[in-house]
């Protein structure tokens, strides 16, 4: 200031509001010294950290700390609290060198394994704890959590449990507002572990978080271990799977007391089959293990759960696996699918390629069509079947097979629709209209989408401009984009980052080279562009007639599904919800109109497995429906939509799925994942009957 003073005058007023700036300064900069000194192991700063509340009470995990520490000596319950105040000692994302050497220091003086088992028990009481928000409190026990994880790798990294880790992160993305900074702690900290196990469980987390710094995070360590590794990221999918303890083909158990439980992989799902002190089976838990043995029985349940959402993730990778060019060598590929004792329970319900032989495992061996054992060398090459690469009547002899041996194949293979070009896509060339104009709930989509394996940005009405929806096919440098808007004016109720359009209207249908520029339109408009003008041959689109037949059924088929899964047409409720009227044309072509292809590959399978319902006589199959004789009133359910209509007016009946009967279980249905189909078949059931509904909704529709 007196440097400036001597440059010449200076206006009272200026002079003035510089010094009381420099003055206002100073509170911040002392308050700035005081976090630097805060962060260092000695000093005033220090003293101001013991002076604070080592963990805050309010949380499980929290409260359950501060019980067991009071409970000690005191002696031993001080080193613990001066554990505790150095896990909130850690400022940065990663711990320095000195924090590392004062934590050996407080691990020596308690010894690792008390430390280990304790602070794993916190963590596994955080990890099953209910969400709850991240207010001031929680805020300050994040800090000890981040420090707490970070001991682990101090302690032994091999001694850190993945599984623990794994689920850390999913409790701390899984409140509102997520706790990020804990799930990033325990992700860098499971990035440390070397092992199968550690490597199974990242690919585990980023099959499963949607939190997308997280999800950055994970595939960048997944992409360094492939890379150690010298495998590809698909590889890394499948060594990762965890095979659960299972100790033959999806099969295992356990004893809790003095009770058995054994534990089955089914199509529908894991099955528990219990058995008492005396090995007699029990319909239900044992009263036992009920009452002296909860914690464990809720821990089997979390363990059930777990596998049957592994089950369905895999499922899903299976399918994706149709549009990419994938081939294994035979005992890679029966070491990772035929003999996984989990992923061999879809494997082996699959039609697979093993060197020049179709083959489906029955009897206890690889078959081909004729019932014979396929020959099989370790040289030989093994792909995924697909109907589109086979003539019409050895997919139908498929079929026959399947259903002769009564394999429920885990998704659509044998019964796959496929999509070829059509006349107006040969002649449009460039891209394909067949599922322009069609409205869809945009949460749905986005979650059908993604799960996919496209990319989505959901649209909201403060973007400026959008991406379209893609999905990347790098084995066949190909990009294909899916064009959607945003439309109409009512927002979701739900509370979201920023305010999203409720819907979205579809567009065409293009493909791109993977590398080419990327396009972007506003959120409420279809006119992409790319986004730096470029005009050379990469930026255009590629002709539909130069991509692969059975990339473009892929492709196409996955568009059908989010029309399928999204549409407004398929929610029997969208007429009562309030919304603009403007959409109702939409709703009543699309509930009620001409079949789609999905649609008309069910109706072929609804055709041949009625003869096996007990309602088989008061149904009939025509073109677009399944009409049903009911003792009251005749029905018409749509193949496409599952929406029915009541004879003679066609007046809309609304039916939900929970209202719907269950399908008996020896109605063999050729594969899982329609639910659409279950819903017609459900329905048909009901309104045959329809004399014995109570439900005055369903047995009085309006008029």
């Not at 799930?183 to 900290?189: G, N, P």
């Not at 989505?456 to 929806?469: A, E, F, G, K």
């Not at 979201?496 to 979205?504: D, H, K, L, M, P």
């Not at 029997?572 to 009543?588: A, H, I, L, T």
Request: proline share 6%.
């Amino acid at each position: 200031m007196l440097a400036r003073l001597q440059e010449g005058p200076v206006r009272p007023g200026v002079w003035l509001g510089a010094v009381l700036a420099r003055l206002g300064a100073l509170p911040g900069r002392l308050l700035g010294y005081a976090r630097g000194r805060l962060a260092t192991p000695h000093g005033f700063a220090r003293a101001v950290v013991r002076r604070a509340p080592v963990l805050v009470p309010g949380e499980t995990w929290a409260d359950q700390a501060i019980a067991e520490v009071a409970a000690l000596p005191p002696e031993h319950a001080r080193h613990w609290e001066d554990l505790l105040r150095h896990a909130l000692a850690l400022v940065a994302s990663r711990p320095a060198r000195t924090w590392r050497t004062r934590a050996r220091e407080l691990l020596d003086a308690l010894g690792a394994d008390e430390v280990t088992a304790r602070t794993d028990h916190w963590l596994s009481t955080f990890a099953t704890a209910p969400p709850g928000s991240a207010d001031g409190r929680t805020e300050h026990n994040d800090s000890a959590l981040r420090g707490l994880l970070w001991l682990r790798a101090v302690a032994d990294e091999r001694a850190a449990d993945p599984r623990l880790l794994g689920a850390v992160v999913e409790s701390a993305l899984g409140g509102r507002p997520r706790r990020a900074r804990v799930a990033s702690a325990a992700v860098q900290v499971l990035s440390t572990v070397d092992g199968e196990p550690a490597l199974a469980e990242i690919a585990r987390l980023a099959n499963r978080v949607s939190h997308k710094p997280t999800l950055r995070m994970l595939d960048r360590v997944l992409a360094v271990k492939a890379d150690v590794l010298g495998v590809s990221r698909g590889e890394i999918d499948e060594i990762a799977v965890p095979r659960f303890d299972f100790t033959a083909m999806g099969s295992g158990g356990r004893s809790i007391g003095d009770a058995q439980v054994e534990l089955t992989v089914e199509p529908s799902g894991v099955r528990m089959r219990w058995r008492d002190h005396d090995g007699m089976a029990t319909k239900s838990v044992p009263a036992s293990v009920r009452a002296e043995h909860a914690d464990e029985l809720r821990e089997l349940r979390v363990f059930v759960k777990d596998v049957d959402t592994t089950l369905t993730e895999q499922k899903t990778r299976l399918e994706r696996l149709f549009a990419e060019h994938r081939v294994w060598h035979f005992e890679q590929w029966r070491e990772r699918y035929l003999d996984h004792p989990l992923v061999g329970t879809i494997a082996r319900r699959l039609i697979w390629i093993v060197g020049v032989h179709a083959c489906v495992y029955y009897e206890g061996g690889l078959r081909g069509l004729d019932g014979q054992p396929v020959p099989v060398r370790p040289k030989d090459d093994v792909a995924l079947w697909h109907p589109i690469d086979h003539e019409a009547d050895e997919v139908l002899e498929w079929r026959a097979l399947l259903a002769e041996q009564r394999i429920v194949q885990p998704f659509k293979q044998a019964h796959r629709e496929v999509y070829e070009l059509s006349e107006t896509e040969r002649q449009t060339e460039l891209f394909s209209p067949r599922f322009t104009a069609h409205i869809l709930e945009q949460q749905r989509f986005h979650a059908i989408a993604t799960t996919r394996g496209w990319l989505n940005q959901p649209r909201s009405t403060m973007d400026v401009d959008c991406l379209p929806t893609v999905r990347e096919l790098p084995e066949w440098g190909l990009r294909a984009e899916l064009w959607v808007e945003g439309i109409g004016d009512a927002f979701d109720v739900e509370p979201r980052e920023s305010e999203g359009y409720q819907y979205v209207d579809t567009e065409h249908v293009r493909f791109y080279p993977l590398y080419a520029p990327e396009n972007t339109a506003s959120a409420a408009g279809a006119d992409y562009a790319p986004w730096d003008d470029v005009t050379d041959d990469i930026s255009e689109p590629l002709p539909l007639d130069h991509i692969p037949p059975r990339v473009f059924s892929e492709v196409m088929r996955d568009v059908e599904l989010f029309v399928e899964s999204a549409s407004i047409g398929a929610d029997p409720v969208w007429q009562d919800d309030g919304v603009d009227s403007s959409y109702r044309g939409y709703w009543d072509a699309y509930g009620f109109g001409e079949l789609s292809t999905a649609a008309v590959a069910r109706r072929e399978i609804v055709r041949r497995v009625l003869p096996r319902l007990p309602v088989a006589r008061r149904c009939t199959v025509t073109e677009r429906f399944l009409e049903v004789r009911g003792d009251l009133r005749r029905y018409r359910i749509h193949f496409g939509s599952g929406n029915v209509a009541v004879a003679p007016d066609d007046r809309y009946l609304c039916v939900l799925p929970k209202q719907v009967k269950g399908i008996d279980h020896d109605v063999w249905l050729p594969f899982e994942g329609d639910a659409v189909l279950r819903l017609i078949l459900g329905k048909a059931l009901l309104l045959a009957d329809d004399s014995t509904i109570t439900d005055p909704a369903i047995a009085e529709p309006p008029r």
